[in-house]
């Protein structure tokens, strides 16, 4: 069984920064899809940065500029820097990892941008 361990979230004013991490454990699996998601209130999830094993990062049009995803799938971590975050940035995130087993999912982190 594969779980992900989310940490990082907050809250934090507008034009502040956090760094959300999410590591994998579990048996032995390989990953081939690493990203980060959010939900706003009373809506589903957004897709938000996704990096590839090569390191190719794509990101929503929103967060481009500001947001920055890594990942390792080595070590099977991924992490998302949040620079100049606004309260439109207010949200759960999850990470999100997939193996040939499936997809998993972290537990979810609260950003919260507010003064």
């Known amino acids: 069984q594969v779980q992900l361990v989310e940490s990082g979230g907050g809250l934090v004013q507008p034009g502040g920064s956090l760094r959300l991490s999410c590591a994998a454990s579990g048996s032995a699996f390989r990953i081939y899809f690493m990203g980060w998601y959010r939900r706003f209130p009373g809506k589903g999830r957004e897709l938000v940065a996704t990096v590839t094993e090569g390191g190719r990062t794509n990101y929503v049009e929103s967060v481009k500029g500001r947001f920055t995803i890594s990942g390792d799938y080595a070590k099977k971590t991924v992490s998302l820097q949040m620079n100049s975050l606004q309260p439109q940035d207010t949200a759960i995130y999850y990470c999100?990892?997939?193996?040939?087993?499936?997809?998993?999912w972290g537990q979810g982190s609260q950003v919260t941008v507010s003064s």
């Open positions: 999100h990892m997939a193996t040939p087993s499936g997809g998993f």
